[in-house]
């Protein structure tokens, strides 16, 4: 196991994160509501850095009754990272593109251990 | 337990605006190594002109013309004399893909124009040893209510281009621009560019309301056919049109929209006879994507058969005809793998299509696209990537570009 100090975990900012590169593996690091996730820096789509993108709340749209549209709103929960390529948006909580949750960013390991952020990188080649 | 230690590591930062293009680019760079001894061409790339607006606005021959850009720009505009459509401003899906809303990566001044670096930084990060560059705001100007202003653009930038860019590197070509709502006006510019080396084919701006098979046309069109390089109908959109401003959100006009110009004049230039009129004249359909090909195929053969005296100068079937011209691949529709196979087979892919990144546009599709397509042969894709490009365009088939490795080791890595 290759595994990573990568800091404080009071040093993330909250939302926040980190994207760093081993050996040619990148992997970001977030920190939601004080929770940290990891994920390999691949988007499935393409291959871009979905990590190293914009991290915005998912868009959702107001329904009233009977259908009735009531516009856009931003999410006050889901938090997702965007692809820099080609904007596939995964939410951080989970790694899943909210369109189509069958798409979705390979997990790594990461917990915190005596305050710091440990991540378990996976190995080159994968 | 393992017991966690403090190995060394580097931190990526975001993309940026500011984020060089190799940078951005560089998971691509890491795929070009699996394919050093492919030739590649990129058939379909683009310059942001208004970036460099101010040339091409001081090379307007019209001097009134000129002086209404001047005028515009001294006033702040960036996009003084276009014709921007609404939505314009979306394409960067608001903030998200930042590649398209602009570059603003530092450049060496003492290493050239500003655009061929960034162009040479595209192509060495995707690995490709010829990129043909088309110009971005200015396909809207079918659409504008003055012709002159059309004529008076096309005749700046196509000399911004060919004086300007492409002599700064062999690996940059371009397409010339035609003005095409003015005839005689794409006349004059065929006549004086068709012997230009890096001109090495011909561009209509595909969003315009102007029939493709109008008699005002056909010398045109003789006078390409003449010169043996092709001519590219370079699709757009406009949210503008009547019926596409019944649609509300930009994905909905933009996956419509750029199909609709091709589905309209692909069918003007079959029903009309023009592939019979002009036998030699090669044809190259850019950004519409590849869905639309079998889809229109199958209309017009379904109803040429029962409706064939409308298309007297038609020799085989409609579907014939579209299966002799040329396809750039972006944006390459993939989400159903049978149905992609199909449109393959359908237009004889491995002979017709060309490859095509869009860079920096914000769906672009890197060459890896096409080399993950799992049903293709290894000649088909070398065809696709570079070698159909080849030929059609006459390019020496060499390598132009460094090694991937190479192009990782100069990148600034810090995104």
Known sequence: MREFNIGPAFAFADPGRKVIEADGVEVGVFKVDGEFYAYQNICPHNGGPACQGKMIYKVEELIAEHGVSKGLVFSKTQL??????????????????????????????????????????????? | MHEPVNRPFRELQEITLQTDTRDILSHETKRAIDREDYFLVDIDAHVSETQFWPEIIGSIDNEVIRQWGQAGMERG????????????????????????????????????????????RS?????????????????????????????????????????????????????????????????????????????????IASTRNKPVHHNAYMKLYAMIEETGKPLAFHSGFNWD???????????????????HWSLIHMTNWIINGLPERFPKLKLIWVESGLAWIPFLMQRLDHEYLMRSCEAPLLKKLPSDYMRDMYYATQPMERS????????????????????????????????????????????????????????????????????????????????
Not at chain 2, 95 to 108: E, F, K, N, T
Not at chain 2, 146 to 174: F, H
Not at chain 2, 244 to 254: D, E, G, T
Not at chain 2, 385 to 401: C, D, I, P, Q, S
């Open chain 2, 77 to 120: 505009s960036s996009a003084a004399l276009l014709n921007l459509s609404a939505g314009t401003n979306y394409q960067d899906v608001y903030g998200r893909i930042l590649h398209q809303s602009a570059l603003r990566q530092a450049v060496d001044p003492a290493a050239g124009h500003r655009f061929t670096q960034m162009a040479r």
């Open chain 2, 336 to 415: 159903n793998p049978r149905l992609l196979q199909a449109t393959f087979e359908a237009v004889n892919a491995e002979t017709q299509f060309l490859f095509a990144s869009d860079w920096p546009h914000w769906d672009f599709d890197p060459p890896s696209a096409i080399t993950d397509i799992p049903f293709l042969s290894e000649q088909a894709k070398r065809n696709i990537l570079g070698l159909n490009a080849a030929r059609l365009f006459n390019l020496e088939v060499k390598k132009m570009r460094p090694k991937a490795a190479d192009a990782l080791s100069t990148r600034p890595g810090v995104s």
């Open chain 1, 80 to 126: 997702n990272v965007t692809c820099p390529w080609h904007g596939y948006e995964f939410d951080i909580r989970s790694g899943r593109h909210q369109g189509d949750g069958s798409v979705r960013l390979a997990a790594v390991k990461v917990r915190v251990e005596s305050g710091d952020v440990i991540v378990t990188m996976p190995a080159p080649g994968l």
């Open chain 2, 123 to 203: 192509m060495d990060a995707m690995g490709l040893d010829y990129q043909v560059v088309f110009p971005t705001p200015m396909l809207l100007l079918g659409m504008h209510p003055q012709d002159e202003v059309e004529v008076a653009l096309a005749g700046a930038y196509n000399r911004w281009v060919s004086e300007r860019i492409l002599p700064e590197d062999p690996r940059l070509k371009g397409l010339l621009f035609l003005p095409f709502n003015t005839p005689e006006a794409c006349e004059e510019l065929v006549q004086k560019y068709a012997g230009d080396p890096n001109i090495i084919g011909f561009t």
């Open chain 2, 241 to 259: 049109d009547p019926s596409f401003r019944q649609l509300n959100r930009f994905i909905s006009m933009h996956s419509i929209s750029f199909v």
